[in-house]
């Protein structure tokens, strides 16, 4: 599943805070049983709108990824966990809120590493 | 906008070759005019099911990413185009089917980064 989840009302300081940021990366692929194959990557970002200043981070797991996006000075985060196992998008929804207290969310859920395609090309439901 | 595509039927060669995977995270960002905030990064997957060996690799553009997961015992590939600035899918899914000569794509477009926060807390569509 790829759960995709804008985030508004913010805590500034929480979605400023590198640390908070390079945590979640750290922390998400423990908590859904994900094996990491890439550590954790967290960038600063300065663009030409100075409100767009934030936080980008990355970490790639078996098969796929988890990305986040902060906006500390409009108070938004995107956060991507697309994993092919499946996982409870509410635990993660629930932790999200706190951790950068935020107050409103935007989800979608994508049914998407759900099904594969055996060796012979058939396309299957399910993991193999 | 986030361009979510599953693509299938693809030619396991290309999907098994790391310096396509590498190239198309290379020149993305450039043909859509985004700007590389973390230079790709590209690795070789293997797990516990033989079948699912490939490349993950990423790029981390400004506020947003690209990803790319290879399956080439599949023939399948799960490839992230987001950015929050306006672009055509259409030469996205072209160029993903010519590059890995996939057969069929899943496509999902979602509306996604396309609305904003002002720093007084409203929310607004397009870009500032």
């Given at each position: 599943?790829?759960?995709?989840?804008?985030?508004?009302?913010?805590?500034?300081?929480?979605?400023?805070?590198?640390?908070?940021?390079?945590?979640?990366?750290?922390?998400?692929?423990?908590?859904?049983?994900?094996?990491?194959?890439?550590?954790?990557?967290?960038?600063?970002?300065?663009?030409?709108?100075?409100?767009?200043?934030?936080?980008?981070?990355?970490?790639?797991?078996?098969?796929?990824?988890?990305?986040?996006?902060?906006?500390?000075?409009?108070g938004m985060v995107w956060v991507d966990v697309f994993s092919c196992r499946p996982f409870s998008p509410e635990a993660v929804l629930e932790d999200l809120?706190?951790?950068?207290?935020?107050?409103?969310?935007?989800?979608?859920?994508?049914?998407?590493?759900?099904?594969?395609?055996?060796?012979?090309?058939?396309?299957?439901?399910?993991?193999?």
């Amino acid at each position: 599943m790829h759960l995709v989840v804008d985030g508004f009302g913010g805590d500034p300081q929480l979605l400023a805070d590198e640390a908070t940021v390079r945590t979640m990366l750290e922390e998400y692929p423990l908590r859904l049983g994900m094996s990491i194959i890439h550590p954790p990557a967290v960038v600063r970002y300065e663009g030409p709108v100075p409100e767009d200043w934030g936080y980008s981070g990355f970490v790639m797991i078996a098969e796929s990824h988890i990305a986040v996006h902060t906006f500390p000075a409009r108070g938004m985060v995107w956060v991507d966990v697309f994993s092919c196992r499946p996982f409870s998008p509410e635990a993660v929804l629930e932790d999200l809120k706190a951790r950068f207290r935020l107050k409103e969310l935007r989800v979608q859920e994508l049914p998407r590493g759900l099904e594969y395609v055996t060796v012979s090309g058939t396309l299957r439901e399910g993991r193999p």
